[in-house]
């Protein structure tokens, strides 16, 4: 039987992995040239200006009500500033003491036939003072929970319903 040697692993042929696999001599580096010698080499970017230091931006002091109950922030358009949610919708009922059914209208788009769709979503809402009736247009806001399904409170009063 014939044994070929291969020049794989531990060979000890002497080869370079540049050299290639077959065993091909390593090639030799290209002799610079007078004309690559005169080039320039690369530059470093200039570093970037350094950037103005950022103003300190004073915080609005918040305004505190007359009674100095609370102090509230405000908006640039003075409205009162808060993270929860408000509604707009119409009092469905008011049946119950110090609760306000409000039914909210939004249009939600179809998924597949990409028609937009009129979504309606009831929540109760808590009203103090009993001041809504049926069919007022009422402004909620998100709150803790009162009860077993009431988390919204009135917040204001939009339009009264038409009276006949």
Same mark, same amino acid.
């Given at each position: ?8 692993k ?5 080869q370079? #992995?540049?050299?290639? =696999?077959k %065993?091909?001599?390593? @090639?030799?580096? /290209? $002799?610079?040239? /007078?004309?690559?010698? =005169? ?6 970017? $200039?570093?970037?200006?350094p950037? !103005?230091?950022?103003?300190p931006?004073? !915080?609005? !002091? !918040?305004?505190?009500?007359a009674?100095? +109950? ?6 640039a +358009?003075?409205?009162?500033? +808060? ?5 707009? %919708? ?7 003491? @110090? ?8 249009? #939600?788009?179809?998924p597949? *036939?990409?028609? *937009?769709?009129?979504?309606r $979503?009831?929540? #109760?809402?808590?009203d ?8 007022d ?10 009860? @077993?399904? @009431? ?5 204001n ?5 038409v009276?006949?």
């Amino acid at each position: 039987m014939s044994e070929r040697k291969s020049p794989g692993k531990g060979s000890g042929a002497g080869q370079s #992995k540049a050299a290639g =696999a077959k %065993g091909a001599p390593a @090639k030799a580096a /290209p $002799k610079a040239t /007078p004309a690559a010698a =005169a080039a320039p080499a690369k530059v470093a970017p $200039k570093p970037a200006a350094p950037k !103005p230091a950022a103003k300190p931006v004073a !915080p609005k !002091p !918040p305004v505190v009500a007359a009674d100095g +109950s609370a102090a509230v922030a405000l908006d640039a +358009s003075g409205r009162k500033q +808060s993270f929860k949610r408000t509604l707009i %919708g119409r009092v469905k009922s008011d049946k119950m003491n @110090k609760t306000i059914v409000v039914e909210v209208i939004r249009s #939600k788009r179809d998924p597949v *036939y990409k028609k *937009y769709v009129r979504v309606r $979503k009831t929540y #109760k809402a808590h009203d103090e003072e009993n001041t809504c009736r049926i069919g007022d247009r009422v402004e909620i806001i998100e709150h803790r929970p009162l009860s @077993k399904l @009431k988390r919204w409170k009135l917040l204001n009063l939009v339009e009264r319903a038409v009276q006949e």
